[in-house]
């Protein structure tokens, strides 16, 4: 037999005789655009060439403003080069659209509004002191209570079928109209409309007898009979 030496052997573990190389850490700072903000803000934050709607703080996680009944908008809108705008006008937009769909096209939608509410938010006249840069205006709008056609307000809704699709949908229009072959700027920014339900009025509740006494009544209300069984050799059992 060769000979060898054992391995020593302790309570404590030795140390790897290898060493673990780690990489060099890296960092990267992306360029953000204006249009890119909106993913990565923590408000709601719709854009144009020149102008921002911000309606305020994410929440619920949602990638959408929602609203609930008789909801209120509340938000800012800040627009560049003031003194060149001739009026802004605020729309609030709501379509029942249904739409075939053909081979995985769709074909041949047909739309319903359901919304169409305006107000307007600014208007130049010859008595407005207008000043050149940028301009903040506070929004406050209500969502209203009926739709077009005086019937509540339906909530937000998608639903895909085989051949066809249905949904309802709303958003926030902005409407920037300037000066002379200026463009007009709009920014669209879409929100789910979910109201909470609750039953008309409260349900009438119908007094039900209770289960033991209708079993008992029914059992005593049966007309008993008596009658003998023979089981041979003369015994009767009744």
Known sequence: MDDYTLPLYSAEP?????AVATSPTLSYTPSLTLSDTSFMSTNFVFTSKSAVLDLGPR???ASTPVYGHRGLIE???????????????????????????????????????????SAEVYRRSSDTTVTEGSQRFQLLFELPELSSDDLPLPPSFTRRLPGMVGEITYEIQV??????????????????????????????????????????????ELDWETFRINRGRGTLVQ
């Open 175 to 220: 409407d920037i109209y300037r000066r002379g072959w200026r463009s007009h700027e709009t920014i669209k920014a879409p929100f789910l409309y979910l109201p909470r339900t609750a039953p008309p009025q409260e349900p009438q509740l119908v007094q039900l007898p209770d289960s033991a006494d209708w079993k008992l009544r029914e059992y005593l």
């Open 59 to 61: 929440t619920w996680g």
């Open 75 to 117: 938000g800012t809108l800040d627009v560049k080069k003031i003194d060149t705008v001739h009026k802004i006008i605020y729309v609030l937009v709501g379509r029942a659209t249904t739409t075939l769909v053909r081979e995985g096209i769709p074909v041949a939608p047909q739309v319903i509004s359901v919304l169409d509410h």
């Open 14 to 18: 030795h140390p790897p005789s290898y």
